[in-house]
Every structure is written in C-alpha cells, then in structure tokens.
C-alpha cells in the first residue's frame, strides 16, 4: 500500500504537481529530505522529481530508502515524452511505472551551477528552434518557454498517473 507522496523540486513544478496528485488521491506529501523523518524506510511510495539532462533528481536516493511503484518525472518536455531515454538514464527498473510530466520554465528561481547550464542551454536550444522554418506546435511552446518562462502545471496532465493509482488501489 502506498503511503505517501515523496519528491524533490528546484523551481516548485514538481512540487506543484506532488501537492495536487497529494489532493486528487489523499496522501500525505513531502520533500525528500523531510520524508526521512515522516516515512520510514521500506515504505511504498511515489517519488516525484524534476529532470535534469534526462535525470531524475533525488531518485536515487529515494529508490535507496524507499519501495517505489512509480515514478514521475517533471521536466520542459510535453507530458508522456522521453519515457525511453529518462527510464534509462536513471536505470528505473521495467515494473516501475514512469511518467514525464510538463513542468515549467523560470530561469529567476534557479541558483549556481543550474541557472548557468540553463542559460546555455536556453541560447543554443532556442536559437536552433527559432531558426527551424518548420517548428511544431510542441516546439513553438518550448522556444516560448524558454525566451519567456511559464508554468505548463495542470491537473490534466496528471491523468495517466490517476488512472494507474485508482488501478492499483482497487488490486
């Protein structure tokens, strides 16, 4: 039995999405480093956490502590993308359900080493998609995400996890 929501945030999208999925299945959520003292170790629970260069932050160390069923990972990319590439890259083992969710954009809350990798990333993404002649309806919204910043947060891309969760709970 799942008994809480657990995630790591650095601009607050992931923390958005843990609080609403908290809300639509009432369960307890919390950051990852107050966690260790709110759910003991060995517990089931849903870890969410932000993506950086495919990696999913604090996953590691939540799947050392915790039994993980699923896994939502919050990142620029639309919601259901890069499912292959991120299970990989963070070896999340096939039994674990994984989810990429649309988070958002906002250069202003990241600190150090983040913002100035973002900003690189930012010019030569952004220049390279504000060049392409035939850009999709996709990449238009992440140029726009990337020159103006923005939260895609929403209930609805929550979903797919939803469906899982009331799935599961009816096992």
């Known amino acids: 039995m799942i008994r809480a929501i657990v995630y790591t945030s650095n601009t607050g999208s992931t923390a958005a999405y843990a609080k609403l999925l908290g809300e639509q299945i009432n369960l307890p959520v919390f950051p990852l480093n107050r966690a260790k003292e709110r759910v003991p170790a060995g517990s089931e629970i849903i870890y969410l956490g ?11 160390p939540a799947a050392k502590r915790y039994r993980i069923p699923a896994v ?9 993308t890069q499912l292959h590439e991120v299970r990989q890259k963070n070896n999340i083992p ?22 100035l990798m973002m900003d690189m990333m930012a010019k ?11 850009r999709t309806s996709e990449e238009d919204d992440m140029l ?17 996890v939803l469906k899982w969760y009331r799935t599961e709970s009816e096992q």
């Not at 932000?50 to 590691?60: H, L, N, Q, S, T």
């Not at 674990?96 to 809350?109: E, N, S």
């Not at 726009?144 to 797919?160: A, C, F, K, Q």
């Open 50 to 60: 932000w993506i950086m260069a495919r990696g999913v932050k604090g996953y590691r």
């Open 94 to 115: 096939a039994d674990v359900r994984l989810f990429t969710l649309q988070g958002g954009f906002d250069r202003h809350k990241l600190h150090g080493v983040y913002r």
């Open 124 to 134: 030569s993404t952004g220049k390279a998609l504000s060049e392409k002649p035939d």
């Open 144 to 160: 726009d995400m990337m020159l103006h910043g923005g939260s895609r947060v929403s209930g609805e891309n929550l979903n797919g």
């Open 72 to 80: 939502c990972a919050v990142g620029m990319d639309g919601t259901g």
